[in-house]
């Protein structure tokens, strides 16, 4: 019974009938093959606009490459403190800006505000002393599990305008934020001034695919080349490919955030009902922090329960999937209130 992360699940049977399938035919390389093109028809569906689609591996390639194609090597990256870019990519974006600079922004809930934009967007502009203010990236669902609404987003997209910056969404739990706000997806992106998406799948029953999408088609000569010269431009395309059509088809997508959603409701109320749990913060998505008694956190984990420790202590950051069976969060629920009344006993 594993709440790590929804890294941790396998893939969903249609994507690997998907890889299968594709694995039948002679077809063109990088890219040129018909399972790519369909995908990328797909998604201009999907986004309600003529976008360019970009299969790669790994959500921080599809960060770092983004980005790079957004930001010079003077340039600032405004993100949140908490935000994957600032904090898990080693550097990542560093690197393959060839030196831009994160410039970190607090926010409850892992959320930048547009007032934050607003106040640093302008800064050291025309200074040649200072980075040159450039881009933004928010995360959309954030780590905390938050989700920006449309009208945050657009604010945001607002203030970039204003100051000339670019404008990126880290969407590895994208799939779990729209069907949370029930908006469509070209309103919570390109409609609210997103230029580059980061649209994830692999935490959402993929084997291992992000798509990049470019809102703005300007960035697409460059984000070609950083791709090639990043090592991310695959030969054999049709296998990320496969992964994404399955993963669209049918709105598979939509079906396995809404039950990872669901799971994770089934928890947080579960929990807030125990006496000893406090939530840390509201259960938007598919991630709970919660925080329990120290020997409870040890009795779970002595139980076969796993999860993180999210400040080495008892904050616990529970994260449920597109699988995860209803008897797992109810097991966890029952074993936390048996040791939680002996703790209080």
């Known amino acids: 019974m594993d709440f790590r992360s929804d890294n941790v699940t396998g893939a969903h049977p249609k994507v690997l009938e998907a890889l299968v399938a594709a694995?039948?035919?002679?077809?063109s390389s990088?890219?040129?093959?018909?399972?790519?093109?369909?995908?990328?028809?797909?998604?201009?569906?999907?986004?309600?606009?003529?976008?360019?689609?970009?299969?790669?591996?790994?959500?921080?390639?599809?960060?770092?490459?983004?980005?790079?194609s957004m930001t010079p090597p003077w340039g600032a990256i405004f993100c949140h403190e908490v935000s994957h870019i600032a904090v898990d990519e080693c550097g990542a974006p560093e690197f393959f800006t060839g030196g831009a600079k994160l410039v970190?922004?607090?926010?409850?809930?892992?959320?930048?505000?547009?007032?934050?934009?607003e106040a640093r967007?302008?800064?050291?502009?025309?200074?040649?002393?200072?980075?040159?203010?450039?881009?933004?990236?928010?995360?959309?669902?954030?780590?905390?599990?938050?989700?920006?609404?449309?009208?945050?987003i657009a604010a945001v997209g607002a203030a970039c305008k204003r100051h000339g910056l670019r404008y990126h969404m880290d969407g590895a739990r994208f799939a779990n934020a729209l069907v949370t706000l029930n908006r469509s997806p070209a309103d919570l992106t390109w409609r609210a001034g997103?230029?580059?998406?980061?649209?994830?799948?692999?935490k959402n029953g993929a084997l291992g695919v992000e798509a990049v999408i470019l809102f703005d088609k300007t960035l697409t000569p460059e984000f070609e080349l950083r791709r090639k010269r990043g090592g991310h431009l695959f030969s054999k395309m049709r296998y990320l490919s496969a992964q994404l059509e399955a993963?669209?088809?049918?709105?598979?997508?939509?079906?396995?955030?809404?039950?990872?959603?669901?799971?994770?409701?089934?928890?947080?109320?579960?929990l807030a009902r125990l006496p000893g749990s406090q939530l840390e913060?509201?259960?938007?998505?598919?991630?709970?922090?919660?925080?329990?008694?120290?020997?409870?956190?040890?009795?779970?984990?002595?139980?076969?329960f796993r999860f993180y420790r999210w400040d080495g202590a008892q904050l616990l950051r529970l994260v449920a999937a597109w699988n995860t069976p209803a008897a797992a969060v109810d097991a966890f629920l029952a074993a936390a209130k048996r040791l939680l009344a002996a703790n209080a006993a």
């Not at 797909?42 to 003529?50: G, H, V, Y």
């Not at 970190?104 to 934009?117: C, F, S």
């Not at 800064?123 to 669902?141: F, R």
């Open 23 to 27: 694995n039948r035919d002679a077809v």
């Open 30 to 68: 990088y890219g040129e093959d018909p399972i790519s093109e369909r995908v990328t028809r797909k998604l201009q569906a999907i986004f309600e606009t003529d976008c360019a689609v970009f299969p790669v591996a790994t959500g921080t390639a599809a960060n770092v490459l983004a980005l790079s």
């Open 104 to 117: 970190t922004l607090g926010g409850k809930g892992g959320k930048i505000a547009a007032a934050e934009i």
């Open 121 to 152: 967007g302008g800064a050291g502009k025309g200074v040649v002393h200072h980075v040159q203010p450039a881009a933004v990236s928010i995360t959309q669902a954030t780590e905390f599990g938050a989700v920006y609404r449309q009208e945050e």
């Open 194 to 202: 997103v230029e580059a998406l980061s649209f994830g799948a692999t």
């Open 247 to 270: 993963y669209l088809e049918g709105d598979l997508w939509l079906a396995n955030a809404r039950h990872a959603n669901a799971m994770a409701k089934r928890l947080a109320e579960g």
């Open 281 to 304: 913060y509201e259960v938007e998505t598919n991630e709970i922090f919660v925080r329990l008694p120290e020997p409870a956190v040890a009795g779970l984990e002595r139980e076969g």
